[in-house]
């Protein structure tokens, strides 16, 4: 896989099981995900054709796919994520960033909450944190 | 309080008729179309009725109608499956006691 | 006299709506029976996004396939009769029928059994307690009827429905207190699972329930660590206060129409239990019945989707509504798509099963 070279955010696909399931490589604009036949096969990103645009977050119906940007800021990085829950965050709220078993990391800013309709209700929420978490953050509490 | 009002995915929820209906003889409110056992959970009444043998409370189960675990006496009907019988104004329900009473079986 | 019909389809769920759509778009005559007050059995409870591949709507929510399939029947033509249960499905295509207290008979010159299956129970002690109910009725409960089961709850079984449906009770506002699973390893999709973990909830692994707690209704469940091997008992208890218990323990297919007709059937398993045999075009042994869906082995909706829309072409093919090639063409491609499901490590294991119930 070629690494990503001028930085911004990426996705991150965290689906391990050979699930018939591709949704993610019809989601991509930019072709970056490839699933193929048969759909079992695991996905593979393509990093460097991968622009951060998020669409495939709220289409994968596993919420498996996450954003993560480490170029953000100096010492903060961002994450995105799905999160299909009320009360959804606002812009400029300050929440707690958990981790993959839901243990609480560190506060964290909501920069952005993207709910367009195309998502179906999958709302994606893209949060600062610090960087040293960016690889672990991946739900708000 | 039991009530989703506002759902994630499925918006608020849609406005529906109020109704009274009888439990036990007790004027409660339940919304018109909502199964009878949803109405009841609604309320935090859980026990539909009484073993014959034992006893022993029985609530909802399936929630589908399958296992008829829920039944109830509606409207001096026994043996009525409640989580797939419509709540209707003025419905009286009864917390059944084993096989449960037809209501003209006291005239008779 | 008893009303004929050319195709009799029993149970509106996934596999009767795709049957009766396709056979009914090819120019058959279609009734649907269905024992609810509306169509689209278990589909208008599932409110997640589902998987496969776009053929099979992948990214879309359970009850919006459920609504473009009612659609469909109606656009198609096919006749629905609803709040009537079949009772009994006899020689020749004779189908007994309850609707309002009243007993009726309809015949079909061909008849789908597409009656899904039914959850299965756990007994232990206090499992009849009120409380303790099916993972599906705590889906109804919240998605259809927009009413929460409880409000400490916990599930019993880490297979997609244990986690797809304590996903919804937390999207709900419940509270899962944990999920129990006897095996050492989650059962499910590690994706579902993953959405519950990142909300806290605890997986207690080689864990079972050993009893539920309560005076009228379920106030304790008390769980305990299952010892390595068959049958060498639980160890290590913990109590937890709860008031509701979701059994997420399997599905059995719902034969009993099928087999009182004399279908030949196997056992399976991996697919729920007894099955009737069928052929690649969801014939049964039975010349004029068929099955699909749940009933025919317990797989997921998208299957059983499927599975339907080959029952209702190939019963379109049998009445001469559509010629042997064009037929085979149709099949093959769902064929072709129900392989797709039934593939990788999860998938693979009913195809097998399927292959062995096929008959020639």
Known sequence: ?141 | ?108 | MIKKHEMVVIGGGPAGLGAAIEAARLGVEVLLVDENLKPGGQLFKQIHKFFGSTDHLAGVRGFEIGKRLLEEAQEAGVKVLLNTKAWGVFGEGVIGLEKDGQSLSIQGQRVLIATGASENALAFPGSTLPGVITAGAAQTMVNIHRVLPGKRILMVGSGNVGLIVSYQLLQAGASIVGIVEMQPNITGYKVHAGKIMRAGVPIYLSHTIKKARGNREVEEAVIAKVGEGLGSGCEAETELAVDTICLAVGLTPSVELALMCGCSWRYEACLGGVVPRHGRNMATSVPWLYVAGDAAGVEEASVALDEGRLAGISIAESLNYLSPASSKIKKEELWHRLNSLRGGPFGEKRYYAKEKLLIS
Not at chain 1, 76 to 85: G, I, Q, R, S, T
Not at chain 2, 8 to 18: D, S, T, Y
Not at chain 2, 74 to 95: A, L, Q
């Open chain 1, 1 to 141: 896989m070629k690494k990503k070279q001028q930085g911004g955010p990426v996705a991150v696909i965290e689906c391990w099981e050979n699930i018939p399931c591709n949704p993610c490589e019809q989601s991509c604009p930019h072709g970056a995900i490839q699933v193929g036949w048969p759909i079992t096969n695991l996905p593979r990103l393509e990093e460097s054709l991968c622009r951060g645009c998020g669409q495939c977050i709220a289409q994968c119906p596993g919420q498996a796919i996450f954003l993560v940007d480490k170029s953000y800021k100096e010492e903060l990085a961002v994450v995105a994520f799905p999160y299909e829950y009320l009360p959804l965050p606002e812009a400029g709220a300050v929440v707690t960033a958990v981790n993959r078993f839901g243990e609480e990391l560190s506060s964290a800013k909501v920069l952005r909450v993207d709910n367009r309709r195309s998502f179906k209700a999958t709302p994606v929420i893209y949060l600062e944190v610090p960087k040293q978490f960016a690889d672990e953050v991946r739900s708000l509490r």
């Open chain 2, 1 to 108: 309080m039991n009530r989703v009002d506002n759902h994630p995915i499925l918006g608020k929820a849609e406005p529906k008729n109020k109704v009274t209906i009888y439990v036990d003889n007790n004027p409660l409110e339940a919304f018109e179309g909502e199964s009878i056992a949803a109405a009841l959970l609604a309320l935090n009444m859980r026990v539909c009725r009484l073993t014959p043998k034992r006893q022993e409370p029985r609530g909802i189960f399936c929630g589908i109608g399958q296992c008829t675990d829920c039944v109830m006496e509606v409207n001096g009907i026994p043996n009525v499956r409640t989580c797939i019988t419509p709540v209707r104004d003025g419905m009286r329900i009864n917390t059944q006691v084993g096989l449960g009473k037809w209501q003209n079986d006291k005239e008779t």
